[in-house]
T-cell receptor, first 114, second 118 residues
Framework: NAGVMQNPRHLVRRRGQEARLRCSPM?????VYWYRQLPEEGLKFMVY????????ESGMPKERFSAEFPKEGPSILRIQQVVRGDSAAYFC????????????FGQGTRLTVV | AQKITQTQPGMFVQEKEAVTLDCTYD???????LFWYKQPSSGEMIFLIY??????QNATEGRYSLNFQKARKSANLVISASQLGDSAMYFC???????????????FGKGTKLSVKP
């Protein structure tokens, strides 16, 4: 039973480019959460999705960031026109139902903007 | 106001000794859950232990135990018999609204860096 899979593990983008981060939840999990970890900080919630629905995007920056979780395929976190301040580790977590007592995290994608 | 406070940026412990990592939380919700995660230098987030607000007993998982003091709103992690592999960042986190209507997202503290000395 594979865990939460994130790819790529490391991503380097030049300022102004787009970054696409992928998250495949654990089998049977239909709830996906994205978090961002800035250097020397804890994780900060960004967005919560269920299949084909954004449930809560209160932690997402208003511009340049978007997320989706289609009926088929992985969840995608998309950052347009990246800036240096977007450099961070982005984690995805999945759970089988809302409010589960454990969220299973992927290994994260480390985005570096140069 | 901080929802999760970890006051120890860094801690040292001698191998084989016990160590307590502090965590205090702030919520007005009667139903919530408290989590501890370990993040080694490789970067992944490893779930360690969970305590529900209505759980009568303190949670334990192997060498990890959670010292839950509800009135003081503290949920300290105790690691017994420290090992060199325990050196890592440790994050306390909370999920509110478990009684219903919870979105399920976690609120994290800033973490404590634990270093185990041989």
């Amino acid at each position: 039973n594979a865990g939460v899979m994130q790819n790529p593990r490391h991503l380097v983008r030049r300022r102004g480019q787009e970054a696409r981060l992928r998250c495949s939840p654990m089998k049977g999990h239909s709830h996906v959460y994205w978090y961002r970890q800035l250097p020397e900080e804890g994780l900060k919630f960004m967005v919560y999705l269920q299949k084909e629905n954004i449930i809560d995007e209160s932690g997402m920056p208003k511009e340049r960031f978007s997320a989706e979780f289609p009926k088929e395929g992985p969840s995608i976190l998309r950052i347009q026109q990246v800036v240096r301040g977007d450099s961070a580790a982005y984690f995805c977590a999945s759970s089988p139902w809302e409010g589960n007592t454990e969220a299973f995290f992927g290994q994260g994608t480390r985005l570096t903007v140069v | 106001a901080q929802k999760i406070t970890q006051t120890q940026p860094g801690m040292f412990v001698q191998e084989k000794e016990a160590v307590t990592l502090d965590c205090t939380y702030d919520t007005s919700d009667p139903s919530y859950g408290l989590f501890w995660y370990k993040q080694p230098s490789s970067g992944e987030m490893i779930f360690l232990i969970y305590q529900g607000s209505y759980d009568q007993q303190n949670a334990t998982e192997g060498r990890y135990s959670l010292n839950f003091q509800k009135a003081r709103k503290s949920a300290n992690l105790v690691i017994s018999a420290s090992q060199l592999g325990d050196s890592a960042m440790y994050f306390c986190a909370m999920r509110e609204g478990l009684g219903g209507g919870s979105q399920g997202n976690l609120i994290f503290g800033k973490g404590t860096k634990l270093s185990v000395k041989p």
